[in-house]
């Protein structure tokens, strides 16, 4: 019988990001590295620093032994979740964004006199300028 893999997204792991519950997201997989980080020989403030992203580069650029890597096969408790956002709150920001643009376009319909004003004017000082030559 198939083992069933528990799948989590990115915002549950992120939120596990402590030195007494603490998780990494490597290369797709999930692992709870809390009972580990007395003992990581890069101390545990390098594994702090990867949680609530994806680590995967940042444990390859590392040049983890094969050693290394049997070892955190210990600690996999399940997948991402790939079908959800990887960071959420990339949504929320791109939308306030939005928001801001459609007010931005809103006000310059609204205050479109100024800068017609502002360029009427110029045209009209620069023919003055140019009529006292």
Request: net charge negative; proline share 4%.
């Amino acid at each position: 019988m198939p083992t069933l893999t528990k799948l989590y997204t990115m915002q549950e792991a992120s939120q596990h990001n402590s030195k007494e519950d603490c998780w990494v997201v490597i290369d797709g997989k999930v692992y709870d590295v809390s009972s580990y980080l007395d003992e990581h020989p890069g101390g545990d403030d390098v594994v702090l620093a990867a949680t609530g992203k994806d680590a995967t580069d940042d444990f390859e650029d590392a040049g983890h032994s094969e050693s290394a890597k049997e070892l955190m096969e210990t600690f996999c408790i399940g997948e991402l979740d790939t079908s959800s956002p990887v960071i959420p709150e990339l949504e929320i920001s791109s939308k306030k964004q939005t928001d801001y643009a459609q007010k931005l376009v809103g006000l310059t319909k609204q205050y479109w006199v100024v800068p017609v004003a502002v360029v009427g004017i110029s045209v009209v000082l620069g023919f003055l300028h140019l009529r006292k030559k």
